[in-house]
């Protein structure tokens, strides 16, 4: 078996190879004409009379095609939507390549904007697609139950798709500037919603998660408290990346939000943040600190110490495992998993009212059926007020540096390159307000 898998991987790597080679500049006999083959077409160069002539066009059309990602030009007036989006995306694989727990999300947010665009428009020719077309697809979008902000960024990628399709000469710049005369919505004046402002949670419903979930979780969730970091950037921390040297430990990730515009991120770790990362650094200075598997792990032999039947009957601790198990536990735990982790612990920890809770002797789809439509409606409006999500400890710790410290101390704990992006996070001081009121009379 391994050495069928590197023979393929050899094989694979000489296809790659040659797919990198470097066109050769040729010559038809027949006719004398100089030419290149690029994407498999000929690209005849003219005579091969005057050899400097032919090598500079030679070098033109080449730089041009690999620059535009190994694509010959095609005629502005032929090219369909469909095919500019086909170009674009072999640009786009190569531009996006930040990968976030596993995921190109920028990538993600692209296929999810051009659905619209291809249901709608995919055999359009791309110079015909005009205000009245990005309207039509701007109301898909609203009639999926997209909210006003989210459409507007989706309607700004259509508009990059365009502007690149511009900057490649694939279509005409007259294009571009008739889409951009197309407004985002405006809050009120459409019939998309908006969501409700992402608020600091209660602390009343953050305490009370600490037996329902595991330390690793539970620990992630302090340090977000004390440091103000990201759930992401907390969730890939290994003991490596963080300098120990000093009094307050400074955590560097490799990983970050703004890493692709050359920022670099620091995380402050206090006395109170190293209390509790301190037991997660004794392991190899690669590993993640805080590993599922190794919760899963904590799970099972807590569950062991509590075990009533002898072990000579039953099951006996990895007897009953299955060799191939399609469930796989990761070693790290990522942004999905974590928030998941969180609501499952909010569930737990706030069960709802007994006329719409689960009986013990019910089944998920007996409960489901039991409940008539307006207790569905009770119960959702019951798990909203009684669940938050990690995002919401961020906007905890900025409201609190605000309200203790500067704005611009605020601003660098949070890793904010403007004043402007933390006034979002940190809710400001209406005590503060009323008690100057009061002041003034």
Known sequence: MNNVASRNRGRHASISSRNRRVPSLRTHKASGQAYVVLDGQAVYLGKAENAEEIQQRYRQ???EWQTSGNQLPVESEVITVKELL??????AEQYYRTETDGRNKELEQFKLAFGPLKELYANTRAVDFGPRAMKAVRQKMVDKGWCRPYVNKQINRIRLLFKWGVGDELIPSSVLLGLQAVAGLKRGRSE???????????MDLVDPLEPFVARQVWAIIQLQLYTAARAGE??????????RSRDIWVYKPLQHKTAHHGFERRIYIGP?????????????????????????ADRLRRR??????????GNVPGSNRKDRCDRRISNRYTTETYRRAIRRGCEWAFPPPAPLAKAEDETDAEWRARL??????ELRAWRKVHSWHP???????ATFLRKEFKLETARIILGHHSAAVTEIYAERDEQEAIAAISKVG
């Open 234 to 243: 907390l969730c890939r921390l290994r003991p490596c990346d963080v300098d």
């Open 391 to 397: 995002h919401q400890l961020r906007h905890n710790s």
């Open 86 to 91: 086909s170009r674009f995306w072999a640009h």
């Open 304 to 313: 062991h110490e509590v075990r009533v039947t002898p072990l000579s009957c």
């Open 372 to 377: 008539a439509p307006e207790q569905r409606a």
């Open 192 to 202: 998309a919603f908006d969501h409700d402002p992402i608020r600091p949670v209660a």
């Open 272 to 296: 109170r943040g190293q209390e509790i990362l301190g037991p997660f650094l004794l392991r190899d200075p690669q590993a993640y600190c805080f590993s599922p598997a190794e919760a899963e």
């Open 61 to 63: 059309v080449l730089a």
